[in-house]
């Protein structure tokens, strides 16, 4: 019956064994022995694969390390803060707290491929931002000792120093795993906005080129931070950043219209399409082409040219070839000599890649915004204007959109999306990530109570989402966020060491051991076991009593149980009780594997069950 029970994964996908079996699927014969045949990998490409004596690309000491931290997978989970959540049972949105790389391997499993947009605007290196140090350990580990400010060798790990050598690399190894696991994430047409200065513009730009691919950039746009410069720079006074912007698959994807772009277009005629105005069919500027350089005839007869500039040589041409003028003939105007077509108006116009205009905010204007959120002064720094995430967010992303921040911050991400939704009666949903990173000691924010940036940023979000609210007359929109804790698995047997190989000793000791750890309540085991099932955050979770036992029910969107949860591993089901969760008719029951106490006949009765209503059946 082993066939017939499910064991939940203890850890996230591991992407290098995926890597291999796709590999293996594709090209079978360059699999040796179980590994993949690199010379026979090279010979099959033949003219396809680089030359590896010269390569192009960007390289930096640890590099190799930062590309392993994103293929590790890891057991770390997250776990339900019922207390600093707001409106749990309904809301949509999540908040979490904890190091993004380690949260990025855990949304691997359901958010793959369901993420429409993510915004970040991580540390721009400037000395004084916290990036991990290059000899730091990635992972879980690197996330506890950090939140202990110092690392094994008792040094302060808050700041990347140009002193401390290896400036950009550090830099580099901590965005470089964070993006690749951030590129899975996203859907065909989703697109990533990193918010960026001069400082790594120039690296972010190639290691983009890297993990998203040359041909998936889709802009650099400029954002005028400043309505007025400082004179105290060294050479030009310094007034904007960037946003660099690229695709998942650029192939047929674009910005949305900027809706609230100014249009000095005047659409002064109207047809049953609607309003337009007339736009001249040659061109002197795109040049010249002679296949698109042929005569029309017009309606009365006349034989229409492209107008070629006096005295100069054939430099104009039509704008559309013979098939499309002959398909769409009755679509075009001839009048006063010239053949136009006809430039609809719609609604809003194509994005600039310049945001210099009063309506997206300045530096000022995005503390001003956090502040009257927030209800109190002196706590933010140099928070994003919300308008200008709001501009992101319209033109990157559809009304129902998921999406991620994982470097959250002051939470504007949060605020610009619940107030798009506001405007434009949208469905929005954000997830946010951020570092419990200490308010520095003597700061205004920890004179007001707030131990943690993380603190602030559930602050504000909750703050801007009543002055929304209030604002509305329609119905109160999902302003409200879920908060999950990074931490480890709650599961002992799979607290494994990376450093340390398993023996078969080993093993059989943490098979004895119990399922889950004592301190774990049945709300962290069940999102723990969601997760590493492919489940979402957002999943609609109650308590309920069947056959006398206290389990967890797991609803569809129409009601109906999808998950049904027995997790308490210290009372022994009776067969009749198991027989009761099996008359729910849930799409899966899972059970803790140290509930059947060593049963193995109760075990297999119950997979039998399960298996006669067509009912999965998953231990943990």
Not at 57 to 70: D, I, M, T, V
């Amino acid at each position: 019956m082993a066939d017939e029970i499910y064991e939940t994964p203890s850890t996230t996908p591991n992407f290098q064994t995926e890597l291999a079996a796709q590999l293996a699927d594709l090209v079978p014969e360059a699999i040796a022995d179980g590994k993949v045949d690199v010379e026979k990998l090279k010979e099959l490409l033949d003219g396809d694969a680089a030359d590896s004596s010269e390569r192009f690309g960007l390289f930096w000491p640890g590099k190799k390390r930062a590309l392993r931290a994103a293929q590790e997978p890891t057991t770390a989970t997250l776990k339900p803060d019922f207390d600093n959540s707001k409106d749990w049972d309904t809301t949509q949105n999540v908040f979490i707290e904890g190091d993004n790389l380690e949260v990025l391997k855990i949304l691997q499993k359901h958010y793959h491929a369901k993420i429409k947009l993510i915004y970040i605007d991580p540390p721009y290196n400037t000395g004084k931002d916290f990036v991990y140090p290059d000899n730091y350990k990635e992972g879980l580990d690197t996330y506890l000792e950090w939140t202990r400010q110092v690392n094994e060798e008792g040094k302060k790990v808050t700041t990347n120093a140009e002193t401390e050598g290896r400036y950009h690399s550090n830099w580099l190894n901590m965005m470089y795993p964070r993006l690749k696991l951030a590129r899975n994430l996203l859907t065909d047409d989703g697109l990533i906005f990193i918010s960026i200065d001069d400082n790594e513009i120039a690296n972010l730009r190639k290691v983009c080129d890297e993990v998203f691919g040359e041909v998936n950039f889709a802009g650099q746009l400029v954002w005028k931070k400043g309505g007025t410069g400082k004179n105290d720079s060294q050479f030009a006074v310094v007034e904007h950043e960037y946003v660099l912007v690229y695709a998942r698959r650029a192939d047929g994807v674009g910005f949305n219209l900027d809706t609230q772009a100014a249009v000095t277009t005047s659409y002064n005629r109207q047809d049953e399409h609607g309003r337009y105005s007339l736009v001249r069919l040659d061109s002197k500027t795109l040049g010249y082409v002679a296949s698109l350089d042929f005569p029309i005839q017009g309606p009365d007869g006349q034989i229409y040219v492209p107008e070629q500039p006096v005295g100069k040589s054939q430099t104009a041409r039509w704008r559309w070839g013979r098939d499309k003028v002959e398909n769409d003939y009755a679509s075009l105007v001839f009048e006063r000599g010239f053949v136009y077509t006809k430039n609809y108006q719609s609604e809003g116009a194509r994005p600039r890649s310049l945001m210099a205009e009063e309506r997206f905010g300045v530096t000022r204007t995005g503390k001003a915004e956090a502040e009257s959120a927030i209800g109190q002064t002196g706590v933010f720094d140099f928070p994003k204007p919300v308008r200008l995430i709001q501009h992101l967010v319209r033109i990157g992303g559809d009304k129902e959109a998921v999406i991620l921040d994982f470097f959250a911050g002051s939470g504007t991400t949060a605020q610009a999306v619940m107030a798009q939704n506001a405007l434009d009666g949208g469905s929005r949903r954000f997830i946010l990530v951020q570092l419990p990173e200490p308010t520095p000691e003597n700061s205004e924010a920890r004179s007001l109570g707030y131990a943690k940036i993380s603190e602030i940023s559930r602050a504000r979000i909750s703050g801007a989402g009543d002055r929304i609210n209030e604002s509305l007359v329609s119905p109160a929109l999902d302003t409200a966020f879920r908060t999950y804790q990074l931490s480890d698995t709650n599961f002992a047997k799979w607290r494994l060491s990376s450093d340390v190989e398993e023996d078969a000793l080993q093993q059989h000791l943490l098979s004895l051991r119990d399922s889950a750890t004592d301190d774990a309540t049945a709300d962290d085991l069940l999102t723990e076991i969601l997760l590493k099932q492919g489940y979402s955050l957002s999943e609609a979770i109650s308590p309920a009593e069947v056959g006398g036992l206290d389990v967890r029910l797991v609803r569809d969107r129409d009601g109906d149980v999808a998950v049904l949860a027995y997790l308490n591993e210290h009372v022994k089901p009776t067969l009749e009780q198991l027989r009761a969760l099996v008359d729910e008719s849930p799409t899966r029951i899972i059970v803790l594997e140290d509930a059947f106490q060593g049963d193995d006949e109760l075990k297999t009765n119950l997979a039998q069950l399960a298996k006669s209503k067509g009912i999965e059946l998953w231990t943990a």
